[in-house]
């Protein structure tokens, strides 16, 4: 079992930024091979933003690109979701997944871009 923290989230102007913290205990002593950040807005399925490999391969939503960045902290078994230029678009629950299919999912942390 794994059990996922998510921190960070919160209101922001747009052009804001945000850093999204989420750090995985329960198998610490194993590396999960798969992290990554889903969102999901009002009346929307959630979808992915990004997501990190344990060997440091990234994968990125176009929506995002070149305005979020993430990456692994260390211990290993945390990644950040780094959020510029943030967009009213933005605004969503933002969930830290760990794994592979169904994985480990996170409580969500909201996130509302506003002026």
């Known amino acids: 079992q794994v059990q996922l923290v998510e921190s960070g989230g919160g209101l922001v102007q747009p052009g804001g930024s945000l850093r999204l913290p989420c750090a995985a205990s329960?198998?610490?002593?194993?590396?999960?091979?798969?992290m990554g950040w889903y969102r999901q807005a009002p009346g929307k399925q959630r979808e992915l933003v990004a997501d990190?490999?344990?060997?440091?391969?990234?994968n990125v939503a176009d929506s995002v690109k070149g305005r979020f960045t993430i990456s692994r902290g260390n211990p290993k078994n945390t990644v950040y979701l780094q959020m510029n230029s943030l967009k009213p678009e933005d605004t969503a629950v933002y969930y830290c997944?760990?794994?592979?299919?169904?994985?480990?999912w996170g409580q969500g942390t909201q996130v509302t871009v506003s002026s």
């Open positions: 329960g198998r610490a002593y194993t590396i999960i091979n798969v």
């Open positions: 997944k760990a794994g592979i299919g169904t994985g480990f």
């Open positions: 990190i490999t344990s060997g440091g391969r990234t």
